[in-house]
C-alpha cells in the first residue's frame, strides 16, 4: 500500500506501509542508502511527524555497518544527526561505526521509578508540602549543584563506577542496584578517556534534574488505569498507589563528552577513514578503531554519570518522604521498579538470519525493551521482561510497559522513550504563560514547581503527541506491552 | 537586538539567527544570544568578574563553536554567566584567532530570573556565512 497526500508529499508518497504500525522508506530515496529505513507509528502519528525526521533516518541509513533497517519509534522527532527516537544497530565485525549523534549529547539521559505504599488518601493532604520539600532538596534549573562534593580524582571513580559508588557511601540500598539497567553500573568505563573540562563541568552536579523536559513527578495508580492486574501486583503495584518518577541525566558532563568527541571524529572520519557522511552531526568512527573505542570508553562513563545522578537523587527522594510522612524509606516501601536508560550504545547480542551476533545497537531518545528470559533483564524481572518506563508530558500522565520477545526480534529489543514534542520550545513559550500553566494545573489536581516560568510553559502538554496514542502504537505493535498508566498530581521541573 | 530566536528549526531546544557588521560584532550577538537564553534579563548580569578566552581555528564556523563551547563550559564549571565581551579576531596565516575579555557574574537565583539550561551548542544547521555585507550566524542550542 502507498500513501498519498499531505503537506509532505515528497515523503509519504513513497512511504510504504508494511505492517499495522510500521512504515518502510526504501533505499531508492536516497542515495548511499545502505538499509531502508523503518517507522513505528500510527497512521496519525505518521501524518504529525515532522519533515526532518524522514530526512534525519535516511542519513542514518547511509552510515557504514548499519544492519536491517535505520528505525525511528513512534515518539520520533526531529534531532542533531539521528532524529529523537532513533535506533541503528552497526556491524561491528566488519566496520561498522559508533557516532555520538546516535547517542545524544546528554548520555544515559533515562527514567526512574519508585514505589510507595501511600496511598492517594495518605499523599493529598501533604502533596504541597511533599512537592515543595522536593523542590527544594533536589535541586534543578540553570546553574544547579548538588550536595555530593568530591574532588577531581573522586569524579573519576564516580564515572566508573556509577549507581555502585553511591550505594558504598550510603546514598540507597543495595537492592537498588539490581532494579538499574547494567545493574548501575556500566562495565569498562575509562576515566582517562575524558577531558579536564568534562570533569570540570560535572563536578558540582551530581544529584541535579537539570532543566529542559527534566523533572520529577508524584504519580497516582487508579484502577481503572491498570491493564494487566496480574503483572501490576507482582510487580508491588495496588490501586490509588502513589509513586514517584523521574527524568534526568549526565548534566554537563555528558554534554561536554560527546561535544569533544564530535569534534574528534570531525577531524579523522575524512581525512582517517574515508568515511562521508550527510550531515555533521553524524560524525563518526568505525567502533574497531583508536577514537571510537576512546569514545565508547569515555560514553559509558557518562552512563555511569547519570546512574550515579539519578542515585543520589533517589536518596533524596527517600529523605524527604521519611521527614514529611514521620517514618523510615523502608516503612513506606520506597523501592525501586526499576532504572532506564535513553541515550546509549550498548554491545549486544541478536540475532540475525538465525546467527547470533554482536552488535552495537544505538538508542537515541529511545528504550531498551528485551523480553523474558534475557540475561540482562535482573532474575525479579526475568520471567515477565524489562520494564519499560515511559514519561509524558506533565499534564497528561505516563506508562510502564514490558519489553518483548517481539522488540527483540524486530527493533534489535528497542521501544519508544517519551511522548515526544510536536512544537518548538520558541512557539510553546507564545502560547502558554507559565503563571497561568500553574494555576490551571493546580485547579485540575497537578500541583507543578519550576524554577522558570518559561520553562514551565515550554513543557506544556499540548506541545507534546497524545502520550496514548504514542504507547498504543508499541503496544499494538508488539515492541513493549502496557502493564500500568500513571496520572501526574504533583511535579517539579528545572 | 543583534539576534532573534528561531520557532521551526529545532522541536526539542532552542535556534537563534544572530548579526553582525563584523565577525566580532556576530561572536558578540551570538554570546549574548546564549546568555539570553538561560536568563531573561541581560542588564542584570553584572561584568563583575574577568575571564580570557584565547582560540585558533582555521575555519571560522568551527572558531564560532568553539567560542560559544566555552561560554557553556564557563557556565558549568565556576557558574559564570558574561554579559560584556570584548572581542578581538585576526586573521594569522591561515588561521582566525581570538581574544575575548568576557566579563559577567555569577549567576545568582535572586538576582537573575532564569530561563533554561544550555547544555551544548550543536552543528545542526550550524552556519556562518556573509550576507549583503552583513554578517549571520544560525545556532542551534541543545537545552
Not at chain 1, 548538588?146 to 574532588?151: M, S
Not at chain 1, 553524524?282 to 539519578?310: H, T, V, W
Not at chain 1, 541478536?350 to 540482562?376: M, N, Q, S, Y
Request: charged residues 25%; neutral net charge; proline residues 3%.
Amino acid at each position: 500500500m502507498v500513501i498519498f497526500g499531505g503537506d509532505m508529499s515528497r515523503y509519504l508518497s513513497i512511504i510504504k506501509k508494511v505492517g499495522d504500525y510500521i512504515w518502510e522508506i526504501p533505499t531508492s530515496f536516497k542515495e548511499g542508502m545502505r538499509v531502508p529505513g523503518r517507522i513505528y507509528a500510527s497512521e496519525s502519528l505518521i501524518k504529525d511527524m515532522d519533515e526532518q525526521v524522514y530526512d534525519q533516518i535516511t542519513n542514518v541509513a547511509t552510515l557504514p555497518g548499519i544492519l536491517k533497517y535505520a528505525y525511528c519509534m513512534p515518539d520520533g522527532h526531529s534531532g542533531y544527526g539521528f532524529p529523537i527516537g532513533g535506533v541503528a544497530a552497526m556491524n561491528v565485525e566488519e566496520n561498522g561505526v559508533i557516532s555520538p549523534g546516535g547517542i545524544g549529547f546528554d548520555i544515559n539521559c533515562g527514567m526512574r521509578l519508585i514505589l510507595t505504599n501511600l496511598t492517594y488518601n495518605d499523599v493529598k493532604p501533604k502533596l504541597k508540602e511533599l512537592v515543595d520539600m522536593l523542590f527544594e532538596r533536589v535541586p534543578a534549573g540553570v546553574g544547579s549543584t548538588g550536595f555530593v562534593k568530591i574532588t577531581p580524582s573522586q569524579f573519576r571513580e564516580v564515572v566508573e563506577y556509577g549507581a555502585k559508588w553511591c550505594i558504598e557511601r550510603g546514598y540507597g540500598w543495595e537492592e537498588d542496584l539490581e532494579r538499574t539497567e547494567e545493574y548501575g553500573i556500566m562495565k569498562g568505563a575509562n576515566s582517562n578517556k575524558i577531558s579536564d573540562r568534562a570533569i570540570q563541568r560535572g563536578l558540582n552536579q551530581i544529584g541535579t534534574l537539570g532543566s529542559g523536559n527534566h523533572y520529577l513527578e508524584i504519580q497516582w495508580v487508579k484502577k481503572e488505569n491498570i491493564f494487566d492486574e496480574y503483572i501490576a501486583d507482582k510487580m508491588g503495584f495496588f490501586p490509588d498507589q502513589i509513586v514517584v518518577m523521574f527524568h534526568c541525566g549526565s548534566r554537563g558532563f555528558g554534554h561536554q563528552v560527546a561535544t569533544d568527541y564530535l569534534q574528534i571524529f570531525l577531524n579523522v572520519m575524512e581525512r582517517k577513514y574515508r568515511i562521508k557522511i550527510l550531515d555533521r552531526e553524524l560524525a563518526c568512527a568505525p567502533f574497531n578503531s583508536p577514537e571510537g573505542q576512546d569514545y565508547f570508553e569515555a560514553m559509558k562513563c557518562g552512563i555511569n554519570m547519570s546512574f550515579a545522578n539519578r542515585q543520589t537523587i533517589l536518596h533524596r527522594v527517600r529523605e524527604v518522604f521519611s521527614k514529611i510522612f514521620n517514618s523510615d524509606p523502608e516503612k513506606l516501601g520506597l523501592r525501586m521498579v526499576y532504572d532506564v536508560a535513553h541515550n546509549t550504545a550498548k554491545l549486544e547480542e541478536h540475532c540475525i538470519d538465525g546467527v547470533k551476533r554482536k552488535v552495537l545497537v544505538h538508542r537515541k531518545g529511545a528504550t531498551r525493551a528485551f523480553g523474558p528470559g534475557r540475561e540482562e533483564v535482573p532474575d525479579i524481572y526475568r520471567d515477565i521482561g524489562q520494564p519499560v518506563i515511559i514519561g509524558g508530558s506533565m499534564e497528561t500522565g505516563s506508562y510502564l510497559l514490558l519489553g518483548t520477545k517481539r522488540a527483540e526480534e524486530e527493533t534489535f529489543g528497542t521501544t519508544a522513550h517519551g511522548s515526544g514534542r510536536t512544537m518548538s520550545r520558541t512557539k510553546a513559550r507564545k502560547i502558554w504563560r507559565g503563571e497561568r500553566l500553574q494555576q490551571d494545573m493546580m485547579r485540575r489536581g497537578i500541583y507543578v514547581r519550576s524554577v522558570s516560568y518559561s520553562g514551565l510553559a515550554e513543557e506544556a502538554g499540548g506541545a507534546y503527541k497524545d502520550i496514548d496514542e504514542v504507547i498504543n502504537a508499541t503496544h499494538y505493535a508488539g515492541i513493549s506491552k502496557k502493564i500500568i498508566r500513571f496520572l501526574p498530581i504533583g511535579n517539579i521541573k528545572g | 537586538m543583534p539576534y532573534k530566536y528561531i520557532e521551526d528549526l529545532s522541536i526539542a531546544d532552542v535556534a537563534f539567527e544572530a548579526y553582525g557588521e563584523s565577525l566580532e560584532e556576530l561572536f558578540l550577538s551570538c554570546a549574548l544570544a546564549i546568555t539570553n537564553t538561560m536568563i531573561k534579563d541581560l542588564s542584570k548580569v553584572e561584568p563583575i568578574f574577568l575571564r580570557n578566552i584565547v582560540l585558533e581555528n582555521d575555519d571560522i564556523e568551527m572558531l564560532l563553536f568553539n567560542f560559544l563551547q566555552e561560554l557553556i563550559f564557563y557556565k558549568d564549571a565556576e557558574k559564570l554567566l558574561f554579559s560584556s565581551l570584548k572581542i578581538k579576531l585576526k586573521k594569522v596565516n591561515t588561521n582566525y584567532k581570538l581574544e575575548c575579555e568576557a566579563r559577567g557574574e555569577e549567576l545568582n537565583m535572586a538576582k537573575h530570573e532564569l530561563l533554561v539550561d544550555v547544555k551544548a551548542v550543536t552543528l545542526h544547521h550550524f552556519q556562518v556565512k556573509l550576507s549583503e555585507g552583513r554578517w549571520m550566524a544560525k545556532v542551534v542550542l541543545d537545552v
